[in-house]
């Protein structure tokens, strides 16, 4: 009940398309939803994060759906680039808990 | 500037010698984490502290320890128990259920 499963493992993306990372969790408990980014030899950083008040978040380029009901919560890139080439990690918590993460996706942004 | 400082940035172990890796924050932040990275997979969580001079084991404790002598500092120590210790390991900080900051990574080598 403690897992996050992220899908696709790997995915490749023409620049300027849209990348779609899915996540799904079985948890109800967990409050907080993170993405992470990581570039090869480096630690993840913060990307984006979302609590399940909402059910939308965007910054810039980068948005977090989230369907409470179906426990599910995906990243979306719009416009990428291949500077965005890197591995995406999901993550969920409950109030001063842990984070779970998900497997990570490698995305590769075609030029 | 706040952040979290692994070091080295690159270690190599001879069989059945102990290491210790270091990390420091300077984020005044109370929880600490230790997640070992392999090649295409996932965070797996070694050990994490939440408070001073305590710690609890992660999912792969095996083969590994730490301590938390002080809220700044928590090193991890490779054993020679830990029979399959080549990975790249990260460090991680946070304040109750906000994200985790991130230090750069010590890759480690058994040679």
């Known amino acids: 009940q403690q897992q996050v499963k992220q899908s696709p493992q790997s995915l490749i993306v023409q620049k300027g398309g849209i990348s779609i990372i899915n996540c799904a969790y079985e948890?109800?408990?967990?409050?907080?939803f993170p993405w992470y980014q990581q570039f090869p030899g480096k630690g993840p950083a913060l990307l984006i994060a979302i609590r399940p008040d909402v059910s939308e978040k965007k910054e810039g380029r980068f948005t977090i759906s989230f369907n409470k009901s179906a426990k599910q919560f995906s990243l979306h890139i719009m416009d990428s680039q291949p500077g965005d080439s890197a591995t995406y990690f999901c993550a969920a918590s409950m109030v001063i808990q842990k984070l779970v993460f998900g497997q990570g996706t490698r995305l590769t942004i075609n030029p | 500037d706040g952040g979290i400082t692994q070091s080295p940035k690159y270690l190599f172990r001879k069989e059945g010698q102990n290491v210790t890796l270091s990390c420091e924050q300077n984020?005044?932040?109370?929880?600490m984490y230790w997640y070992r990275q392999d090649p295409g997979q996932g965070l797996r969580l070694i050990y994490y502290?939440?408070?001073?001079?305590?710690?609890q084991k992660g999912d792969i404790a095996e083969g590994y320890s730490v301590s938390r002598e002080k809220k700044e500092s928590f090193p991890l120590t490779v054993t020679s128990a830990q029979k399959n210790p080549t990975a790249f390991y990260l460090c991680?900080?946070?304040?109750?259920?906000?994200?985790?900051?991130f230090g750069s990574g010590t890759r480690l080598t058994v040679v």
């Open positions: 502290s939440q408070i001073v001079n305590d710690f």
């Open positions: 991680a900080s946070s304040v109750r259920d906000e994200s985790y900051t």
């Open positions: 984020l005044n932040h109370d929880a």
């Open positions: 948890n109800t408990a967990f409050d907080y």
